[in-house]
């Protein structure tokens, strides 16, 4: 369809953010560290900063901004992504794997992993609601939003493809919206048993 | 936009899931014992999906092969660092053995599948073919 190709100067906008990847090498050094040491206070910082951030984000996302781009024209919505989406690229991996291998690590030294501990359930149930979450943000959304990204990239980006691909992005977010409610349920119930 | 195309982007979700859930399975249960089959079961049909869909993957006579290359390199790069550490994660911890071979195959499978997916997603939309 031809109002679905829409005219536009190539862009010149990065895909990834390279200018961020120190960074995300520090986070990782610092987090190969905490787990070398097997430190508490470490370990619990990248768990509980790594999470909130994570949930906030998602909860944000899902439920606050996704609605709001629903409702944008595809031109706005472009423009949008191309300032939005690249930071995503870099940033969720990020938190996720900071947040998995911190509380993992917590859970050991806790003994909360030992199928002996009360918490243990709970930490089932976080496991699970994390492999869902895993599914959804690895085979859903980390492609569209890279795949939005490329299209964007184009001279003539192709309304019809972004859209689609932005739909499914949306739909995700909402449906790690509402596995983030699980996982702040499960957590505080974790820390209060 | 591209028809046709086999269904490689619904096979690597499945490999994901399936190879996800053996994950939790196992790590459900450490560090006791437990029974490795449902994890080998996981492991061996996420691997067999990852076959297949390399070998749908060259049936593929008009794609973008270039942009396939370039996300798919770069994805291999990101999840294989991620990989690596969560596997230095399971030696520290002391995981040996079958449960060590099985985490990585696991991990194996997962740096592998995600390039497949991400790079396959990105060039079905591409215009150029080569």
Redesign the interface.
């Known amino acids: 369809m031809a109002h679905d190709v829409i005219s536009q100067k190539p862009t010149d906008f990065k895909i ?1 953010p390279t200018s961020a990847i120190p960074l995300v090498a520090i986070v ?1 050094i610092g ?2 560290i905490a ?2 040491t097997n430190r508490l206070w470490a370990l619990d910082f990248f768990h509980v900063v790594g999470g909130a951030c994570w949930t906030a984000i998602d909860l944000f996302l899902g439920f606050v901004i996704g609605p709001i781009i629903g409702k944008m024209s595809i031109p706005a919505r472009m423009e949008f992504s191309k300032k939005f989406m690249p930071k995503m690229v870099l940033l969720m ?1 990020t938190l996720v ?1 900071a947040t998995l ?1 911190g509380g ?2 917590l859970a ?1 030294h806790e003994g909360f ?3 002996s501990d009360k918490h243990h359930p709970w ?2 149930a976080s ?2 609601v ?2 869902v979450l ?2 959804v943000a ?3 959304l ?3 939003n ?2 939005v990204l ?2 964007l990239k ?1 001279e003539h980006p ?1 309304g ?2 972004i859209g ?2 932005m739909k499914r992005f949306l739909y995700t977010a909402g449906i790690t919206g509402v596995m983030q409610v699980a996982t702040l349920i499960i957590m505080t119930r974790i820390a209060t048993l | ?1 591209k028809k046709n195309l086999p269904p490689i ?1 619904e096979l ?2 499945l490999a ?2 399936v190879v ?2 053996g ?2 399975f196992l ?6 014992h437990v029974t490795l089959v449902p994890t080998t079961i996981a492991v061996v049909v996420a691997g067999a999906i990852v076959l297949v869909n390399l070998f749908l993957l060259r049936q593929i006579k008009e794609f973008d092969w270039k ?1 396939f290359t370039t ?1 798919a390199k ?1 994805t291999l790069l ?1 999840y294989g ?2 990989a690596a ?2 596997e ?2 399971f030696i ?2 002391g995981s040996r053995g079958s449960v060590l071979t099985l985490m990585t195959a696991t991990l194996v499978i997962f740096a592998i599948n ?1 390039p497949i ?2 790079g396959f ?2 060039a079905r ?3 150029k073919t080569n």
């Open positions: 990834v990782y987090l190969l787990v070398a991996p794997i291998a993992f690590q050991r992993i030992l199928s930490v089932v496991m699970i994390v492999g895993a599914v690895l085979g859903f980390e492609p569209a890279i795949g490329f299209e184009k192709n019809e493809v689609k691909l | 936009m982007s690597s979700v994901l899931a996800v859930a994950g939790v790590a459900a249960h450490l560090p006791k942009v996300v770069w990101a660092l991620i550490a969560l230095y994660i520290k911890d995600l997916h991400f997603t990105v939309y591409s215009d």
